[in-house]
Structures are given as structure tokens and as C-alpha cells.
């Protein structure tokens, strides 16, 4: 068993957040631009045609190692090669059967959701990139095992980079959905280049039973959730893009792009993080209450604000904008405000369910995925009827909030305060919402919408730090780095 303590899992996860913040923030800043150059080029249609292609995809990603990764990087005990072969034998024999029926049947596909050519072309690329994409789960799982998102954030921000500027550059040259194909191809190609360098291994096939039968034990639980993750999200957004106009599912897609910041910047961040701190700290409970409380606290006052801003300001931001024909997107903002919502929940309960996902109780988050995938296909077909595009949103944060049914089975392995960290960080959030309803009469122009904005956003810094002193000095001696 690897002999990580407490001290040694704070340090590394600070390292790794760290390291994943900076490369999310650079990310962030060249995917913004990209999206403020794309939301002026592209209209709602073809946005539409990207996000249905794009869940597509992403129903396949769900198949594509039955959990087995995810149970390398719990594991208790240094995987073998045996086992890593095992996994990498396992994964490509299921990319590769998903690869061939996407082919087969990629002409009732692209038929039965009404893709021109340039989406059918998407898919394709798409398609090949999920493929190109699986040869990296390997490396990537050595990193995350061992902390190492120092090196990890690496071949993600090349990949980005990559992304992004072939995609405004296509973009700008009038190549339309052809642009998403031609990034999506380049960014795989050359991530996967990158991470081999950075973290090589004796690639190799094995078909040891035993091998893959023990990892099985944690995997398929663990890929039942994801499965009901799948069906829960993903295949909703297929059946949005059946049943809703390609501007519908636009508006639905620039929506859930926007509201969903605070989860890219910060919250999947952490929640990368916490799944194998968990893991390495599953031996001791006392550890396990320390971190978990360190992490709510941390994620809240994070998420609180930048999801309030979003609530808040996500109007004036459309209207002033500086962008010819932004204004289109002013239906969106109602689905701005409940998919934020979502991530206000996700942000304290996510973090839960990989904590239990981490001691092996992965059994428990399958039940509770159940519950929240049967609400969900009953809520969203029917708030659709009643209330268009928007009831998607309304759905998607009833059903965010019900995922909090898995407080009381945490407790059932450690004890520790839910409510205690969050309690001063919502009261901040909550004193900012106040103060940026108060002020909105007053932003008539871009500049004033900047200037506002951060001053509810400084509102917010100044009463956290004057309630929660006491917490922010106890974090900071947590996190503190030994020599």
C-alpha cells in the first residue's frame, strides 16, 4: 500500500489544483475569446448541430473501459504492468466495437437527427477522436494515481491551444461546423504525442482473467453509475436534440457553455483532485473528515460567487457585450439562471458522491444515480412540454438538487460537518446577490457591466474574509507545503 498521510495528500492536491487552476485559467481566457469570436460567426443552428454531434460522442465515452481505470486509480495497493495492460487490452477492444457500429450505422445516425454535411463530417471526427482519445487513458491514469497534475495539465493546455486556434482561424476563414472537425482531429492527434512523451509506458496487450476479473470487482459498479450519469445527461441531450429545433438546442448548448464556468474552473478541477486523495487517504476516517470538510469549504467559496455573478449579471453581459448580433442570445438567460443553479448544488454534492466512489462504496452512488435518472427522464419531458427549451434548465437543477439524498449515507462511514463550511460562504454569496440586484439599474454600457461586476465580486472577498477568518487560517496552516 502506497504510505500517503494526511500532510502528503494536502501538499500534493494543493500542487495539482494549483496546477490545474493556472492551466484552466489559460484555458479559459483562449476559450472565451474563442467563443465570443464563434457566437458572432455561427448562428444558433449550427451551435445546435455541434452540441447534438458532440453528445453523440460522448454516449460512447461512457463504454469505453467499464470502470476499469477509475478502479486502478482506487486501488489500494501500486498497479502491475499485468493490470495496466489488462486495462489497456479491455478499453481498446471496446473503442474499437463502438468505433465500428458508429460507421455502420453513422447513416441512420446523422439521418435521424437531420445533419447536413459538414455534420456528418463532425461526427466522423468526432468519432475518430474518441478512438485517438483512449490511447491516452493509461498515462493519464499513472499521473492522476500519483498527484502528478503538474505534469498532467501539460498536454492539456497544448491540446487547447491547439483547439482553439485552429478553430478561430477555420472559423474566420468561413469554414463553419468544418471547423469543429479539423480542430477536434488536430488537438487528439497532437495531445496524444504529448502525454506519451511526458508519461511513457511499456504499452502491451494482456488477457490475464484474473487480472481483469479482480478490477471488475470495483469497474462495473463504478460504470453502472456512469452509465446512469450517461443516461441521466448525455442521452437527455440527444433526445432534446430530437424533439427541439437545432435553434432550440443552440440557445439549450451557449447556455449550459456559459453557466457551466464555475464547474470548469473550479469544480472539476477539485472534483479530479479529491477521487484519488480519497483513495490514498481511505485508511484513516480522521483524515478522510479533515480533507472532505477542507474541501466543501474551499469549493464553496470558490463556486458560491462565480455562480451568483452568472445568476446576476449573465443579462447585462448579452445586452452590452461589444459583439454585432450578441444580443441574440438574450433568450438563453433564463436557462443561464437554473443551469446555474445546478452547478450551486453540484459543487457540494459531487464532491460527496466521489468520496464514496473513493472508499469503494460505489454501490451506494448507484443507487442514488437511479433515483436521480428516473427524476430526470420524468422532469424533463414533461417541463419541456410546459415550459419550451427552459424547462431543460428547470429540470437539470431540480434534478442537481436532489442529489443531496446521499448526505445521510456518508455519514454512515465518516463523521463530519456538511452545513459548517458552507454556512459563511453562502452567507457571502447570498449578500452579494443583493447588492448586484441592487446595482443593476445602474449598468447602461460594457464598461459600467465590468466595474459592477467586480465590485460584487470584491463585495463578496471583503465579507467572506471578515465572517470566516478563523476558517481561512486553519485552511491555509491545512495546505500549508513542508520543506
Known amino acids: ?241 430530437k424533439v427541439l429545433s437545432h435553434g432550440d438546442v443552440g440557445i439549450i448548448g451557449f447556455a449550459q457553455k456559459l453557466s457551466f464556468l464555475p464547474s470548469n474552473l473550479i469544480m472539476d478541477n477539485v472534483v479530479r483532485i479529491t477521487f484519488p486523495a480519497y483513495s490514498r487517504l481511505q485508511h484513516s476516517k480522521e483524515s478522510l473528515k479533515i480533507i472532505i470538510e477542507q474541501s466543501l469549504f474551499l469549493i464553496s467559496a470558490c463556486v458560491f460567487p462565480l455562480v451568483i455573478g452568472f445568476m446576476m449579471f449573465s443579462h447585462s453581459f448579452i445586452v452590452y457585450v461589444p459583439i454585432p448580433g450578441y444580443t441574440k442570445w438574450i433568450p438563453a438567460v433564463i436557462s443561464i439562471f437554473y443551469f446555474s443553479l445546478n452547478i450551486l448544488f453540484a459543487s457540494i454534492t459531487v464532491p460527496l458522491t466521489n468520496f464514496l466512489n473513493a472508499i469503494g462504496k460505489v454501490k451506494v452512488t448507484l443507487y442514488s444515480m437511479v433515483f436521480l435518472t428516473v427524476l430526470t427522464w420524468i422532469l424533463t419531458p414533461l417541463f419541456i412540454h410546459y415550459y419550451g427549451y427552459n424547462g431543460v434548465s428547470l429540470a437539470s437543477f431540480i434534478v442537481a438538487a436532489s442529489l443531496l439524498v446521499v448526505l445521510p449515507f456518508t455519514k454512515q462511514y465518516v463523521t463530519y460537518s456538511f452545513w459548517r463550511p458552507l454556512i459563511k460562504p453562502f452567507l457571502a454569496a447570498a449578500l452579494m446577490m443583493g447588492f448586484s440586484y441592487l446595482i443593476q439599474p445602474l449598468i447602461v454600457n460594457f464598461l459600467l457591466f465590468i466595474m459592477f461586476a467586480s465590485i460584487a465580486v470584491g463585495v463578496y472577498a471583503a465579507i467572506l474574509y471578515i465572517i470566516s477568518q478563523e476558517e481561512l487560517r486553519k485552511t491555509l496552516e491545512f495546505l500549508k507545503i513542508k520543506k
Open 1 to 241: 500500500m502506497e504510505d500517503f498521510d494526511l500532510q502528503a495528500v494536502a501538499s500534493k492536491s494543493l500542487k495539482g489544483f494549483s496546477a490545474l487552476t493556472s492551466r484552466t485559467f489559460l484555458i479559459k481566457v483562449l476559450s472565451i475569446v474563442t467563443s465570443f469570436v464563434l457566437t458572432s460567426i455561427l448562428s444558433k443552428q449550427d451551435f445546435g448541430i455541434y452540441f447534438i454531434a458532440s453528445s453523440i460522442v460522448v454516449f460512447l465515452v461512457y463504454f469505453q473501459d467499464i470502470g476499469l481505470a477509475a478502479s486502478l486509480i482506487q486501488k489500494k495497493e501500486e498497479p502491475t504492468l499485468e493490470e495496466y495492460r489488462a486495462t489497456f487490452t479491455v478499453q481498446q477492444l471496446l473503442v474499437l466495437i463502438l468505433v465500428v457500429i458508429c460507421f455502420i450505422f453513422s447513416t441512420k445516425i446523422v439521418g435521424f437527427y437531420h445533419l447536413d454535411s459538414q455534420g456528418t463530417l463532425l461526427f466522423f471526427s468526432l468519432v475518430i477522436s474518441f478512438f485517438i482519445s483512449s490511447l491516452k487513458t493509461i498515462p493519464t491514469v499513472m499521473l492522476e494515481r500519483h498527484l502528478l497534475f503538474n505534469k498532467l495539465v501539460v498536454p492539456d493546455i497544448v491540446e487547447n491551444l491547439v483547439y482553439n486556434v485552429v478553430l478561430i482561424v477555420m472559423a474566420l476563414m468561413h469554414y463553419g461546423i468544418t471547423s469543429f472537425s479539423i480542430a477536434i482531429l488536430a488537438r487528439s492527434i497532437i495531445g496524444l504525442f504529448v502525454i506519451y512523451y511526458i508519461q511513457p509506458w511499456r504499452l502491451g496487450i494482456s488477457f490475464h482473467f484474473k487480472t481483469i476479473k479482480d478490477l471488475f470487482g470495483f469497474g462495473i459498479p463504478l460504470q453502472a453509475n456512469s452509465l446512469l450519469s450517461l443516461l441521466k445527461d448525455n442521452l437527455v441531450n440527444l433526445y432534446i436534440g
